[in-house]
DNA sequence: GCCCAGGAGCCCG
DNA sequence: CGGGCTCATGGG
């Protein structure tokens, strides 16, 4: 079984087993959540979003504050934002740093993403997302990874959800599931591994947002941190593992 | 108390 | 370029 075999197979399996999940989750844009939405914010089947510019700034905060963090710590700190009037360009860019740092207190990193947010937002004010959307992917990547607080992940979440771009993105669980799947070495770099979804896959929107909302919803189940319980029972069932060429780094 | 969570920047060899 | 350190809260 090859990788070129493997990567399209696994989306196939987990689709199969947990359906289309709706990334990403809109809960404060515009006063309120979504009519179509679960409790999550999540809004399967419903690939219109974000509608508007406040629901793009929505997905891009969240990007920024659920960095190794849990997404209930940043749901809650998204609230406080809402509820200080603080979340918009207005706020973001006008309000107290004090402030902003106290609202967003239990997403953890707060005086550090309070910093990244104001440099997103400051960022915006002379490249607002109307702009952006006449920029090629590969020029908005670039400028997005020039602001500090941004990473490659970060970048690639504001690219396929806020921007709608299909840019794949590579997160922790990503990683981990391919990893203990020994598809990829433990140390591939977020470029290789980008590549590789990016290269054995049609480019499509749809495709790359499902793909890594899977991807997170199975790891979040099987792939802890420390291995636990049964081991992964939706891939494990498959023969996937082995027998394919392994990624290394660079 | 410990471990974990949808990273990123910085510094050092 | 890679590895180790720092940043921090809330839930299990």
């Not at 914010?41 to 406040?54: A, C, S």
């Not at 707060?110 to 997103?120: H, P």
């Not at 299909?166 to 140390?187: A, C, K, N, Q, W």
Request: proline share 4%; with cysteine.
């Amino acid at each position: 079984m090859t990788l070129q075999a493997n990567i399209p197979l696994i989306y196939q399996t987990l689709l199969k087993a947990y359906g289309s999940q709706g990334w990403w989750p809109i809960s404060f844009a515009d006063g309120g959540p979504l009519q179509d939405c679960d409790s999550r914010g999540y809004h399967p089947g419903d690939y219109d979003i974000p509608l508007d510019d406040t629901q793009k700034l929505e997905i891009a905060v969240g990007a920024i504050l659920t960095q190794n963090t849990n997404w209930n710590n940043v749901v809650s700190a998204m609230a406080s934002l809402a509820s200080a009037n603080l979340f918009s360009m207005q706020g973001l860019l006008h309000g107290k740093i004090e402030q902003i740092a106290l609202a967003i207190k239990s997403a953890g990193y707060y005086n550090q993403k309070t910093q990244y947010i104001r440099n997103f937002v400051c960022f915006l004010q002379g490249f607002p997302f109307k702009k952006l959307e006449g920029e090629s992917t590969e020029t908005v990547r670039k400028m997005l990874l020039d602001i500090k607080g941004i990473g490659p992940e970060t970048a690639d979440c504001i690219l396929l959800y806020a921007l709608k771009r299909p840019s794949f993105v590579i997160d922790t669980y990503t990683r981990r599931i391919l990893s203990r799947m020994g598809m990829i070495s433990e140390t591939a770099s977020y470029h290789s591994i980008k590549k590789l979804f990016e290269s054995f896959l049609e480019k499509d929107l749809v495709v790359f947002q499902e793909y890594h909302a899977l991807l997170v919803h199975h790891g979040k189940h099987y792939y802890s941190r420390k291995p636990y319980g049964n081991g992964d029972q939706i891939l494990r069932s498959q023969s996937f593992c082995g027998n394919s060429e392994e990624v290394t780094a660079s």
